[in-house]
């Protein structure tokens, strides 16, 4: 039973990892995506505070129009 389970988290695991190397898609970074969540319902104008990024130990805050262009770009480019 327990070789089963392992079976399948291990490949089902391994299918995840590698969307983005099969997949015809621009891959976004988890950081880029996160940003762009932040700025969902904000003012292209406002700001937000990464999640990921620092900068001598404060966090990074990131204009929403800039998140939203690379997430756009991304898209753009997928059509």
């Keep these: 039973m327990t070789a089963i ?3 399948f988290v291990f490949s089902s695991t391994s ?4 969307g983005n190397l099969e ?3 621009t891959p976004i970074s988890a950081e880029n995506v996160l940003n762009w969540m932040n700025c969902r319902d904000k003012d292209p104008n406002d700001s937000v ?3 990921t990024k620092t900068k001598d130990g404060k ?4 204009k929403c129009s800039a998140a939203n262009k690379i997430v756009a ?7």
Excluded: P
């Design 5 to 7: 389970a392992a079976m």
């Design 15 to 18: 299918t995840m990892a590698s």
């Design 23 to 25: 997949s015809s898609l």
């Design 49 to 51: 505070k990464s999640r």
């Design 59 to 62: 966090i990074v805050v990131i």
């Design 73 to 79: 770009d991304a898209q753009a480019s997928n059509k």
